[in-house]
């Protein structure tokens, strides 16, 4: 397993010992209650990966996502598949009885994503904490958030709005945020999976419903033709698998049950399952990146742990700023 121990993207107002005497074992709790989870669902791990990446989208990662009321984020049919509030919820309960009114949600969900990563096979980095919880939630502004149809000067725009760049947007954009019908979402570029000695294999994160992609092998910008970007091959094996929208595929083709760079070999033969997966290596800015993780798969998994540290560094509220919620549903 890599670690990764820069710090990266702004820390101001975070601190890596921040909980050290006021809340000692809030990193054991959270790892504790993470596995314990995921170890009864494996899909969790995914999604609180993705219910990170939302929170973190909108207005920062202050877990206004966790709000729970008419007119929040939450409330929205873009937030509809989110999963692993109760999970949270049961992370807040028990650091409420060890360290009272100490631990933020945010610091909550940003701490169990990076435990879910790890838990799922993926790598390890070092979360500075201090973050506050945020007192807004409002419904419109997850109209912000991608989710698969927007064109690449669209998604470079939304990540370099929040400090992220090309390279960060490679990374993280193979379904960390951009489909929202992949119900148990995350290939992050990649698949994970979580194995069991009993059922090795049997339980994959990241697929898709088919429903996602019949537009494209179908009939593609209303053409009645399939994207002409698609490999033959690949075209006549989606049409087998996805007959009916309801059925379920896996975002990679060659090698789903696997923490690996082999997505983007994929995407050199032309076998990304999204238009927006396909756009990473047809484009001239990002298609470099891709290439440099063909040939250095190592890069990728590095890489990784760097853009997901950024990611959970975006505008946080610090200080005097937002609130510690008592209750991650509610202010």
Same mark, same amino acid.
């Given at each position: 397993?890599g670690i990764t121990? /820069?710090i990266?993207?702004d %820390?101001s107002?975070l601190?890596f010992?921040?909980?050290? *005497? ?9 790892n504790?209650?993470v ?8 899909t969790?791990?995914? !999604?609180l990966m $993705?219910?990170h990446?939302?929170d973190?989208?909108v $207005?920062?990662c202050?877990a206004s996502i966790?709000l729970n009321?008419t007119g929040?984020?939450?409330s929205?049919?873009?937030s509809k598949?989110?999963r ?7 992370i807040?309960?028990?650091?409420e *009885?060890?360290?009272p $009114?100490?631990v933020s949600?945010a610091?909550i969900l %940003?701490s169990a994503?990076?435990?879910? %990563? =790890? ?11 201090? &973050?506050?919880?945020g007192?807004?939630s409002?419904?419109?502004?997850t109209? @912000?958030v991608?989710?698969? #149809? ?5 998604l ?8 992220? @760049?090309i390279?960060?947007?490679v990374?993280l954009s193979? *379904?960390?945020?951009l489909? &929202?019908?992949?119900r148990?979402f995350?290939?992050?570029? =990649?698949?994970?999976?979580w ?6 294999g049997?339980?994959?994160i990241g697929?898709?419903t088919c429903g996602?992609i019949?537009e494209?092998?179908? #009939?593609?910008?209303? %053409?009645n033709k +399939?994207? +002409?970007?698609?490999? +033959? ?10 007959r009916?929208?309801?059925e ?10 696997t923490?690996?760079?082999?997505y #983007? @070999? ?6 990304g399952? /999204?238009?927006?997966d396909?756009l990473?290596? !047809?484009?001239?800015r ?7 993780f ?9 890489q990784?742990?760097v ?7 975006i ?8 609130e510690v ?7």
């Open positions: 397993m121990s /820069l990266v993207g %820390t107002g601190s010992g921040y909980y050290h *005497k006021s809340c000692p074992n809030f990193e054991s709790i959270v504790q209650k596995n314990q989870w995921v170890k009864q669902d494996p969790l791990a995914p !999604s $993705r219910l990446f939302h973190c989208a $207005r920062g202050d966790l009321h929040s984020e939450r929205t049919a873009a598949t989110l692993g509030f109760n999970l949270i919820d049961d807040k309960a028990a650091l *009885k060890a360290c $009114r100490t949600c610091d %940003t994503a990076r435990d879910a %990563t =790890v838990a799922a096979g993926g790598p390890f980095w070092m979360v500075p904490y201090g &973050r506050r919880d007192w807004v409002i419904a419109a502004e109209r @912000n991608p989710m698969g #149809y927007e064109n690449m000067d669209q470079i725009e939304f990540f370099q709005s929040r400090g992220l @760049n390279l960060d947007l990374v193979g *379904k960390l945020f489909e &929202r019908y992949c148990l995350l290939k992050i570029v =990649v698949a994970l999976i194995r069991r000695p009993s059922d090795a049997a339980h994959t697929r898709c996602s019949q494209r092998i179908y #009939y593609y910008n209303g %053409t +399939p994207d +002409p970007s698609v490999n +033959p091959g690949y075209l006549n094996f989606l049409r087998r698998k996805c009916w929208a309801s379920e595929i896996y975002l990679d083709a060659s090698t789903p049950q923490f690996d760079s082999v #983007y @070999n994929n995407l050199q033969k032309k076998m399952l /999204l238009h927006t396909q990473l290596y !047809s484009d001239v990002t298609n470099p990146i891709v290439t440099a063909v040939s250095e798969p190592f890069l990728f998994y590095q990784f742990s853009s997901m540290a950024k990611l959970g560094n505008d946080v509220l610090t200080g005097n700023e937002g919620r008592t209750n991650c549903n509610r202010h």
